[in-house]
């Protein structure tokens, strides 16, 4: 009867941490800014509020995927959901959302 304990509550301790582990993992967002200031360069701007979360504007730009500075301002970068929260917080962040996809057409979709 005591192994069986021991080995439910290794279970369980092994279940809970592969969980948090899995909670952790990072994804893809879309964070959208404020435009930057005129006289500055918007993917600067951009790469800055990143690096408050990261601390370093390496660990910033190894995270990044895409600029967006045309139609939105903003850009996509995995991150994890707490790294998300915290850039939630860095002043002209706007959103930051999971980057989800869309398929615009499907040729088989009747309507």
Known sequence: MKN?????????TLVFSFALTMASEPKAYMVYMSRAPDGVDPKTYQLNALSKVFGS??????S??????????????????EQAE??????DVTAV???QPYKLYDPGQRF
């Open 57 to 62: 504007e390496d660990a910033a730009k190894s």
């Open 97 to 99: 959302k999971v980057s």
């Open 4 to 12: 069986t304990s021991l080995l439910c509550l290794f279970v369980s």
């Open 64 to 81: 990044l995927i895409y600029h967006y500075t045309d139609v939105v301002s903003g850009f996509s970068a995995k991150l994890t959901p």
């Open 86 to 91: 915290e850039l939630k917080k860095v002043p």
